[in-house]
């Protein structure tokens, strides 16, 4: 039952894309942070930093029309998806210009266009809404995939083992894309789960499932292609473990007291971009002049999205009861 | 020149299956889910036979699983379907309210009005059957707290009839409270009996002595007690609330302008109930138009018991009603 994934090195021009787009996250939380220090990003903010090339890697084998679900930790996963940078910065300041108009913040981006369904902020609580989503494409006869991320925290949830049961009782075409960054929060993952090896969860529900180098984009999207052509040929339900890890705090008010600097320090040796850029230098793909244009041009997006976001509106006041109800009550 | 109106006599439980059967028909988007609604036929046969016309694609047997299929539906609705999730009791929703009150009450906000959820939960509630404490609660109020959903209560066999395909319209998530005691209760329906409103409440009775408000189950007894007091020459108007949120306050002040005397009674429990949101707007707006003030008849504050004298005592009856009609009026 184990899913065979291939890490057949894929074309030279999508590897500088998976480059560019783990930039263009890393930058864009950087300047985040930087925002939440100056007081304009508030909430909660949940970075993404180090876990790049899951979103990216994974996205890559979905078409406009996949669905995706994320978690509260989703500014990879939007910007992956195509997500416009401007309006997710004007989300994250509550501006009307924002994706989700400014009602959902950091921990609810949503978006129609790219069948973006969240931003879903209680843990495990996405899992039911992405089989859902599934369900309507198969009573349909839709070939869709809809991918579902989540972390490690949420396999101790029940919704976590009625949606794969489900899932895997209705062969519906769900990707269960676990981002397994070791810690739900604070709690280490064998302090919380009695068995660690997350695809043996899901093979005990019949699906197939693979663990992944969730710090290797190209093992990511290999894995990913592999998974989603699966389902879309009716294989039904698969699971893939990503392997990875959080560099920053779970969120801005986190003072870390659970695990070692010297811990972080060492997966940094392993940080996704420097493994993807070191790679594309050494093939002679990308040179230091092509990195340097790449570097500018993500800056350039950023600053543009900051800007945006900056010149937003606040919505007025008056609009507060709207998006209640579709027809106001 | 005269017209003849067909009518059936149909128990509650089958205008309800009527009302499913119909929408099945009417919509190639609706399909029904939950536990045992397939072959089982429905825990309170609502859904018997419905496997056998429509097929295990649209009358879907689940897992025991209600967050993940009251979730499932939210995610269907979102991909274009109309589901109607069927969840056994209300007791036994609460498994699922982080679906319904973190997602599908919230989707649409919080995605700046992006997403609707057009889904359709129906659930039974309330006492009346000895089913002691976990099978008999009133939690129709709690859930009615909630922006962004709908929550009504057919008490009659025309709503049973008539609320699912206007709830299936809406485009955002509607609950459905049936009664359990209500399942074998029966009436005349027209044949050609569709579809009703949802926003408003109903004049049950009229009358201008006083103004019962209830809803659910509890509405048959408040139109015994209604007849039991016209005996005594008490003329209580009762007002069937059909609607849990929103509230439909223009019918139900409407009644109380006339009345100046309330009495609500409500299968919930008192503290933080619908009975006590009711009567604190009736006191707000009415204050200065009362005679009496306003009294209540709700569940004690026990769980419910299981022998049969305790659960009765327990609950809004047709003689405590009639009392504290009484009380308001001497």
């Not at chain 1, 972390?151 to 981002?179: I, Q, R, T």
């Not at chain 1, 003072?255 to 993807?276: F, G, S």
């Not at chain 2, 309330?262 to 109930?273: F, L, T």
């Amino acid at each position: 039952m184990t899913l065979e994934t291939s890490s057949a090195a894929l074309d030279r021009d999508v590897a500088v894309v998976l480059l560019r787009d783990m930039l263009r996250i890393r930058r864009f939380e950087e300047k985040c942070a930087e925002l939440y220090s100056a007081g304009k990003i508030r909430g909660f903010l949940h970075l993404y930093i180090g876990e790049e090339a899951v979103a990216v890697g994974a996205m890559r084998a979905l078409t406009p029309y996949d669905a995706v679900v994320a978690t509260y930790r989703e500014h990879g996963h939007a910007l992956a998806r195509g997500i416009d940078a401007g309006r997710l910065m004007a989300e994250m300041y509550g501006k009307q210009e924002g994706c989700s108009r400014g009602r959902g913040g950091s921990m609810h981006v949503f978006d129609a266009a790219a069948r973006f369904y969240g931003g879903n902020a209680i843990v495990g609580g996405g899992l039911p809404i992405a089989v859902g989503l599934a369900l309507a494409d198969a009573m349909t006869h839709r070939a869709r995939v809809t991918a579902c991320f989540f972390g490690d925290g949420a396999v101790a949830e029940g919704e976590f083992h009625e949606s794969l049961n489900l899932a895997a009782l209705w062969k519906l075409p769900v990707l269960f894309a676990c981002e397994n960054n070791l810690y739900a929060m604070g709690t280490r993952i064998d302090r919380a789960l009695s068995q660690t090896d997350l695809a043996a969860k899901a093979r005990a529900y019949g699906i197939p499932s693979a663990t992944v180098d969730g710090m290797d984009v190209l093992a990511a999207a290999a894995a990913t292609q592999v998974a989603a052509e699966r389902i879309r040929a009716g294989s039904g339900p698969q699971f893939l473990e990503f392997r990875t890890y959080r560099f920053r705090a779970h969120s801005m008010f986190d003072a870390e007291l659970y695990r070692d600097k010297a811990e972080v320090e060492e997966w940094k040796q392993r940080d996704p971009i420097h493994l993807c850029a070191s790679r594309l230098e050494a093939e002679g793909v990308v040179d230091r002049a092509a990195r340097a244009a790449l570097d500018a041009e993500v800056e350039a997006e950023i600053a543009g999205a900051v800007a945006f976001a900056e010149a937003g509106t606040w919505e007025p006041v008056e609009h507060l009861t709207r998006d209640v109800y579709t027809r106001p009550l | 020149m005269s017209t003849t109106v067909a009518i059936q006599h149909v128990t509650y439980r089958e205008a309800l299956r009527q009302a499913l059967r119909d929408a099945l028909l009417r919509d190639p988007r609706v399909f029904l889910i939950g536990e045992d609604v397939g072959k089982y036929g429905g825990s309170y046969a609502v859904s018997k036979g419905l496997l056998a016309e429509f097929g295990p694609e649209r009358i879907r047997d689940t897992p025991l699983s209600e967050s993940t299929f009251v979730g499932a539906g939210i995610g269907a609705a979102l991909g274009g379907m109309r589901p109607i999730v069927e969840v056994m009791t209300v007791n036994f929703c609460l498994l699922a309210l982080d679906q319904i009150v973190n997602n599908a009450a919230t989707i649409r906000h919080m995605s700046g009005g992006q997403f609707s959820i057009p889904l359709v939960i129906r659930m039974a509630t309330g006492a009346g059957r000895q089913l002691a404490a976990q099978h008999a609660h009133s939690l129709e109020g709690w859930l009615a707290h909630i922006p962004g959903i709908r929550v009504v209560t057919p008490a009659t066999v025309e709503d049973a009839r008539g609320m699912l395909w206007t709830a299936l319209e809406d485009p955002d998530p509607v609950l459905i409270f049936e009664p359990q005691t209500l399942y074998n209760m029966e009436g005349d329906l027209a044949e050609s009996a569709g579809a009703v409103e949802i926003d408003r409440a109903a004049v049950r009775r009229m009358g201008a002595s006083l103004t019962i408000v209830t809803y659910g189950a509890t509405l048959h007894k408040a139109l015994t007690a209604a007849s039991t007091l016209a005996q005594e020459g008490i003329e209580a108007e009762v007002v069937d609330l059909r609607t849990l949120r929103p509230l439909d306050m223009t019918t139900i002040e409407a009644s109380v302008r006339k009345t100046r005397r309330v009495v609500i009674a409500d299968e919930g429990w008192r503290s933080g109930s619908l009975s006590a949101e009711i009567a604190a707007r009736l006191g707000e707006r009415l204050f200065y138009n009362l005679d009496a003030p306003i009294a209540r008849v709700c569940t004690e504050e026990v769980p419910i018991p299981y022998p049969k004298h305790l659960e009765d005592a327990a609950l809004p009856q047709a003689d405590t009603i009639a009392a504290a009609a009484r009380a308001l009026l001497h």
